[in-house]
């Protein structure tokens, strides 16, 4: 099984984490998947999410001391494989797992995603619980060493024939619950703060072994980052996309820096493989940190937001609570033009970039189309440019195709280009998107 085939376009869809962080219950799932098949499906958004610990009892009950409470109870198998809460997903009783909820999305022409932490469970380990088809208990393939420094859930697994079975049980589980999108965290870049490394590659190869033994196409996410660029030839080889950030919040300074994660990975885009720049954190997000909010990125931010992860090419997830989308948040996701960026074979390419401006550019060499997006990344408003010429120097001869006149994908308006030149007055952290090809 070819893993490229898995996401031959950048995965578009929605994660619980942002607004309910480790307390999604299945009810809220299920209204998130109905929204989003009603307003969001036609435009191309598909992925469903399940984050963090939905295996955990209690969760949110310490939210004031811990986001993990320690040596908690979790839900799992007499093979030490972890299932989803009763609590908050009463469907999975009776060994049912998450069959019956990926039933209800499937049945909405929606995929089905589900976030796994690294390793085996440290309860499987302390209990010796057997692995399913071996002779061998999971503290012979557990690694003590290995932990997540951030959650207290698991212990490495070992890189032995007894892991690889534990890994192609647990995945095997997966294809029976008819799981199509798997975000492994503490996997992509591990250890804590500014020390990052790739010390569990071979977890990665073990589980990109264990899905193509399972016979069911998985989209295969790695977290968190930032994710190393040495390493991008095994994130491509094993990975369908991989966190090119840490945990992306709703701040000017961390946008700001992911024009600089972009352009560092710009080159590693390709299909089957998407360097990840996190979630979009738009609409309501924040409910289980404690303090429900509104998105805290101006629109001009967000429109900014959205167009750098659509000319990078980045996956799409949203962290918003979608049933709660306000009519101008919903106008961006539903931006055809837009998406049609992120979606089809565009080559994205920086063209500059200093502390007060930048350029992307974006062509795709099969049709004579392109994008030019332009940025203003100062408090003030300014007039931002950028030629033509610049942005063909980007691409192989006549890819880039000169034009007179382009569409301004944000306001719709025709934009003419004078001497070669796109100029912009940006409002402070705005930007202009324009296009030049067959969209009607």
Request: hydrophobic residues 40%.
């Amino acid at each position: 099984m070819n893993k490229n085939r898995f996401a031959k376009r950048p995965p578009m869809g929605w994660n619980s984490y942002d607004y309910y962080d480790t307390n999604v219950t299945e009810p809220e799932v299920l209204a998130n998947a109905e929204f989003m098949a009603r307003h969001l499906k036609p435009f191309g958004w598909e992925y469903v999410v399940v984050d963090i610990q939905w295996y955990a009892w209690n969760t949110a009950s310490m939210r004031d001391r811990f986001q993990y409470i320690p040596f908690g109870k979790n839900e799992m198998d007499g093979y030490g494989r972890l299932l989803p809460c009763p609590e908050k997903f009463p469907s999975s009783v009776g060994g049912a797992g998450f069959k019956p909820l990926a039933d209800k999305i499937h049945g909405l022409g929606l995929k089905f995603g589900i976030h796994a932490m690294r390793g085996i469970p440290r309860q499987a380990a302390e209990r010796h619980l057997p692995i399913l088809g071996t002779g061998v208990t999971a503290d012979m393939v557990a690694d003590p060493s290995s932990i997540a420094p951030w959650n207290p859930d698991m212990y490495g697994v070992r890189n032995c024939e007894a892991g690889q079975k534990y890994y192609d049980s647990l995945i095997a589980l997966y294809a029976e619950w008819g799981v199509d999108f798997i975000k492994v965290d503490d996997i992509c870049a591990t250890g804590f703060g500014k020390v990052r490394d790739y010390s569990r590659r071979h977890e990665v190869e073990m589980l990109h072994r264990a899905i193509e033994k399972a016979g069911r196409p998985m989209v295969l996410s790695l977290s968190p980052g930032p994710a190393l660029v040495e390493e991008s030839w095994h994130y491509k080889k094993y990975a369908n996309m991989w966190r090119v950030t840490d945990d992306f919040w709703d701040d000017w300074k961390a946008l700001v820096h992911m024009f600089d994660r972009c352009e560092k990975w710009q080159d590693h885009v390709q299909e089957g493989c998407w360097p990840d720049c996190d979630m979009l954190p738009l609409g309501r997000v924040g409910r289980h940190f404690g303090q429900e909010r509104d998105c805290g990125f101006t629109r001009e931010e967000q429109k900014t937001m959205m167009t750098l992860w659509c000319i990078f090419r980045s996956p799409l997830m949203l962290g918003a609570e979608l049933t709660k989308l306000d009519d101008w948040t919903l106008s961006l996701l539903q931006n055809r033009e837009l998406l049609l960026l992120n979606q089809r074979p565009f080559q994205p390419r920086q063209v500059f970039r200093d502390r007060e401006q930048c350029a992307w550019a974006a062509a795709d060499p099969g049709m004579g189309e392109w994008y030019v997006a332009i940025f203003n990344l100062t408090e003030e408003a300014r007039e931002v440019s950028v030629t033509l010429e610049e942005c063909a120097s980007m691409f192989p001869e006549k890819v880039f195709v000169p034009a007179e006149t382009v569409r301004d994908v944000w306001t719709g308006q025709t934009v003419a280009i004078e001497d070669g030149t796109i100029r912009g007055l940006l409002p402070p952290h705005g930007t202009m998107l324009l296009h030049k090809g067959i969209y009607q």
